[in-house]
């Protein structure tokens, strides 16, 4: 699914993201890329899924300092967790990236697999309601799984389902990327005054939004996100209320067959302040990432909240 949140890139295109605004250097990156994605997409999906998940683990996540990134972030929540765990962390994690990205350009055949993926926990009694009576539905979710695999099961079921992105600085890439995500399904929304109208439109209409709330926002209000303060956006709870939407905690969690997932979709957020809805956001997230910490974008610099 893909806070403002967005779809947010996985690991591998956070540098398509944020480097700097340099012509030259976005149109290699854009190739390099654009190359391993069109050689993996010339291998059946169950050897594609892997493939990537191993080039990104073992050849890309140790020269671009991914590893040692997950390995400073579980030592700073986590400092308990023995050795070994933390080594096969560090792997698996960028693992679970990779994979990622190779099945959101994978388009029909991720489709494929999404559609009968059943939906179980507290709030599915609540989204089906909800759909039946076309109240609005903000689902949130993390970089954890294939955050694009719930969005793909609802859609499957008939509900709109849509999302918000933030456009990448990587012009070359971004072209390609939203055309990917959009295969999975519509509609989306681009950050800025436009895709805001739009989104609302949507929201008013009946329609569902889904949001990723779990990266570091500058601008956010610290809560606590595994214990330790976090700068996070309200942006999702303060639209809930605003729309009178319900605000759902929805994921898909990777099998160990590392090709489908189990869709989760937890009871509503019960409503009041912004950051106490948002504080329960955040834990449940942590609850669910403790059961599966290999498949949480630890790469991200979560805990960024500045010295006072």
Known sequence: ??????????????????????????????????????????????????????????????????????????????????????????????????????????????????????????????????????????????????????????????YRVGALYMPMANRHFNEHYVKAISGIGRPLFPRGRAGLAEMVRHLRSGGMLGMLVDQHMGHGEELTFFGRPALTALSAAELALKYDALLIPTYAVRRADGLSFDIIVEPPIPAGTPEAMTQGLNDSLEALVRQHLDQWFWIHRRWKVPRR
């Open 1 to 158: 699914m893909s806070g403002t949140a967005k779809p947010g890139p996985p690991a591998l295109l956070e540098i398509m993201a944020a480097s700097p605004p340099f012509p030259f250097r976005h149109w290699l990156q854009d190739r390099l890329l654009r190359g391993l994605i069109w050689l993996l997409l010339r291998l059946p999906y169950r050897w594609r899924v892997p493939l990537c998940g191993w080039v990104l683990a073992r050849v890309i996540a140790p020269v671009a300092g991914y590893r040692k990134r997950v390995r400073q972030n579980l030592a700073l929540v986590l400092p308990d967790l023995p050795a070994e765990e933390v080594a096969r962390i560090s792997r698996a994690v960028p693992d679970n990236v990779g994979r990622t990205l190779i099945e959101i350009y994978s388009g029909p055949e991720f489709i494929a697999r999404a559609v009968g993926l059943p939906l179980s926990g507290g709030g599915v009694a609540a989204l089906e309601e909800a759909h039946r009576t076309r109240r609005p539905v903000i689902l949130v979710t993390g970089h954890f799984g294939n955050y694009d695999a719930s969005r793909a099961a609802l859609i499957a079921r008939g």
